[in-house]
């Protein structure tokens, strides 16, 4: 069993900054991806970033320059999302997702709340 938690979430005024981390615990082999997604209200899910086994990052469109996805390097299987030039467009649940031997695992999410 594989169990994900995030953190770090909560509310922010516009232009301000957070940071979500996440971790993976219980029968690890081999992360292959370690990415973060969003949904907001009324809205699909989507990926917001994600980083391989290679250290190989991916960003949406609407966060690239905002946003740095980046692992822990204190702590093994963990994840950070540092988000800066928040806006009322990032209003979200954010969740951590973790590919492990082909199955995804998720978190329960986070939510963040950008004021304008």
């Known amino acids: 069993q594989v169990q994900v938690v995030e953190s770090g979430g909560g509310l922010v005024q516009a232009g301000g900054s957070l940071r979500l981390s996440c971790a993976a615990s219980?029968?690890?082999?081999?992360?292959?991806?370690m990415a973060w997604y969003r949904q907001a209200p009324g809205k699909q899910r989507e990926l917001v970033a994600s980083?391989?086994?290679?250290?190989?990052?991916?960003y949406a469109d609407s966060v690239k320059g905002r946003f740095t996805i980046s692992r822990d390097n204190a702590k093994k299987n963990s994840m950070f999302l540092q988000m800066s030039s928040l806006n009322s467009e990032d209003t979200a649940v954010y969740y951590c997702?973790?590919?492990?031997?082909?199955?995804?695992?998720w978190g329960q999410g986070t939510q963040v709340f950008v004021s304008s």
């Open positions: 219980g029968r690890i082999f081999m992360i292959s991806r």
């Open positions: 997702n973790f590919e492990i031997a082909s199955v995804n695992y």
């Open positions: 980083i391989s086994s290679a250290g190989v990052t991916n």
